[in-house]
């Protein structure tokens, strides 16, 4: 194969994943980064500055959109886009190689409630992937499914909406949290400005940006108050000693949401296999591919999570924490 030809081979691969993006995840939702996502797809240049970065992960699109805003560059054109980051590439790629994409989507908490009532307590819990710990927090937050009546303490400056259907069993309480505990390859802080900051870039933009970056910052104030225990470490050779060192007495729960696809299809079958040793329930609220063995692990709706307790699922939810379906 001549250096042109592989070149050209390695150009597609860029090119299909961007393509992917905007077709199947910002068509209809961002319409600023379809178009730059379609832009990258057809643009070799650009292509080629992304073919820079070490393969896999760092070469995600959320990561390096995710950059761009952070270093205040634009977003609203796919022209204004390509000449800024060709301009500032050598920044652009530091912060890429400095970050990860750890969306902290606190809403997920509205979809994660009814299983959490549900479980005796006191509850001990241990999120996955927890980037700043935002989802560990869930009795912190208020609650209103359907527009119904808001439950959960009345002071608390977050307020989750969720809309429903299939006989959810809404919850009457928010569960009773003893100790809750995160693990992350590398843990944000719910206190630092610039981590907050970095957060915020990862919300993409579009109709509800405002008021998801709001909620991300609310959130954020109610964790910085109280920080829970935050470990760095890979999410599955890690997790062992971190849901060990939870509190006798407590109800362990261990859970994660939007994190496992990140992992390798090995890596993907070792936690599962941790988890079914566990001696505590598992939730999981992935993508449908992450575990598609499962029955009904298919959601009705192309772009929806399935929630899945120990193994077993139980609902459907958008992945911004906005739907629940019960199935």
């Known amino acids: 194969m001549s250096a042109d030809t592989a070149a050209e081979r390695e150009r597609a691969r860029v090119a299909d994943r961007y393509r992917w993006m905007a077709t199947s995840y910002a068509r209809g939702?961002?319409?600023?980064?379809?178009?730059?996502?379609?832009?990258?797809?057809?643009?070799?240049?650009?292509?080629?500055?992304?073919l820079t970065l070490p393969e896999g992960?760092?070469?995600?699109?959320?990561?390096?959109?995710?950059?761009?805003?952070?270093?205040?560059?634009?977003?609203?054109?796919?022209?204004?886009?390509r000449d800024w980051v060709a301009e500032h590439w050598d920044r652009v790629r530091g912060v890429v190689m400095a970050r990860m994409t750890q969306t902290n989507e606190v809403r997920r908490c509205a979809t994660l409630l009814p299983v959490l009532a549900r479980l005796e307590g006191p509850l001990a819990l241990v999120e996955?992937?927890?980037?700043?710990?935002?989802?560990?927090?869930?009795?912190?937050?208020?609650y209103s499914y359907d527009g119904g009546t808001p439950l959960g303490p009345g002071e608390s400056p977050v307020l989750?909406?969720?809309?429903?259907?299939?006989?959810?069993p809404?919850?009457?309480?928010?569960?009773?949290?003893?100790?809750?505990?995160?693990?992350?390859l590398n843990p944000l802080d719910a206190g630092d400005e610039g981590d907050v900051r970095w957060l915020e870039s990862l919300v993409w933009p579009g109709e509800h940006r405002r008021e998801r970056v709001e909620r991300l910052r609310a959130a954020a104030s109610v964790v910085a108050a109280d920080p829970p225990v935050m470990v760095a470490g890979d999410l599955v050779e890690a997790l062992?000693?971190?849901?060990?060192?939870?509190?006798?007495?407590?109800?362990?729960?261990?859970?994660?949401?939007?994190?496992?696809?990140?992992?390798?299809?090995?890596?993907?079958?070792?936690?599962?296999?941790?988890?079914?040793?566990?001696?505590?329930?598992?939730?999981?609220?992935?993508?449908?591919?992450?575990?598609?063995?499962?029955?009904?692990?298919?959601?009705?709706?192309?772009?929806?999570?399935?929630?899945?307790?120990?193994?077993?699922?139980?609902?459907?939810?958008?992945?911004?924490?906005?739907?629940?379906?019960?199935r």
């Open 128 to 142: 996955v992937g927890a980037s700043a710990g935002l989802c560990l927090y869930p009795d912190r937050y208020r």
């Open 29 to 50: 939702g961002s319409p600023d980064y379809e178009r730059i996502a379609l832009g990258v797809a057809g643009d070799a240049r650009t292509q080629d500055l992304v």
């Open 240 to 326: 062992p000693e971190l849901v060990a060192r939870a509190p006798e007495g407590a109800t362990l729960v261990v859970l994660h949401s939007a994190v496992a696809a990140y992992l390798s299809e090995g890596g993907r079958a070792d936690l599962e296999r941790l988890m079914g040793g566990l001696a505590g329930h598992w939730v999981s609220n992935e993508g449908w591919r992450v575990f598609p063995e499962w029955e009904g692990a298919r959601p009705p709706v192309g772009n929806d999570f399935t929630l899945a307790v120990d193994g077993r699922v139980v609902a459907y939810t958008g992945e911004h924490g906005q739907s629940l379906a019960w």
């Open 57 to 81: 992960n760092k070469r995600q699109p959320n990561l390096l959109l995710g950059a761009v805003r952070y270093l205040g560059g634009p977003t609203g054109t796919w022209e204004g886009f």
């Open 170 to 184: 809404l919850p009457r309480r928010v569960p009773d949290v003893v100790w809750r505990a995160g693990l992350d």
């Open 160 to 168: 989750l909406e969720c809309r429903t259907s299939g006989g959810v």
